[in-house]
């Protein structure tokens, strides 16, 4: 056992390090590049580039210290069998899912857009799950993989804070893993959607986790080593 303490909102934790995983979500081209998905739905996408530095730091611990790293992306199969029609037809036909773009076909498995970032990019032995939905357990085996290896802990960072990291957190919470949201880890396109996916999740004594910055939790992983 590896134990690490640090401040977090609404109270302070005490963690195994090695009953944790950090999830990484959807840190795809697609939704941080020009010209894929989140640019197709009319945002900025610059807006969530704060987040990969504090992302790439906690990475980097994460792999230093053997903590178990998962990646997700969201995503179709080529043919759409995945995609409920809703979710489709959504937006304007030129730039939705499945239309080409300058990454390829908007958020299908397999195009250059759907892939995660550089500057992020999963090692071989970090499992990446890919998902068809906003949550990472729906129709996914991260639940199977979690249990697997005996994690009841989630470190959660990624994008956004009130889409993807919300479902996901809430799913978490629901199937008895604490999540621990990395506030600077994680970028919306909406700022105040950020600060408000965050309250949601700390309210009412942590009611889906808690929320700390990437600071505690780097400057206790390094007294670990
Ligand atoms: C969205 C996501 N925002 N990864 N997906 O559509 O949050």
Redesign the pocket.
């Given at each position: 056992m590896h134990s690490i303490k640090f401040p977090a909102e609404p109270a302070p934790l005490s963690v195994d390090v090695d009953k944790s995983a950090l999830i990484i979500?959807?840190m795809q081209r697609d939704?941080l590049e020009p010209g894929g998905?989140g640019e197709a739905l009319g945002n900025d996408v610059s807006r969530l580039q704060a987040a990969v530095a504090p992302c790439r730091a906690v990475l980097d611990a994460a792999r230093h210290v053997g903590m178990l790293v998962i990646h997700t992306r969201?995503g179709h199969r080529p043919d759409l069998t995945d995609a409920p029609p809703h979710k489709v037809e959504r937006g304007d036909p030129a730039t939705r899912i499945g239309a080409p773009g300058p990454m390829g076909r908007i958020l299908v498995r397999g195009e250059p857009g759907h892939d995660i970032i550089p500057e992020l990019y999963p090692l071989p032995s970090e499992p990446v799950i890919d998902k068809p939905g906003?949550g990472a357990f729906y129709q996914t085996d991260l639940e199977l993989m979690l249990k697997n290896r005996g994690i009841d802990t989630l470190f959660v960072a990624g994008?956004?804070t009130e889409?993807?990291?919300n479902t996901t957190v809430r799913e978490a919470n629901d199937r008895g893993f604490r999540c621990i949201v990395l506030s600077d880890c994680c970028a919306s396109y909406f700022p105040e959607f950020h600060q408000m996916g965050l309250a949601m999740i700390k309210a009412q004594g942590g009611i889906f986790g808690s929320v700390v910055g990437s600071g505690p939790l780097l400057s206790s992983l390094a007294g670990m080593s």
């Open positions: 979500i959807d939704f998905f969201e906003k994008v956004t889409v993807c990291v």
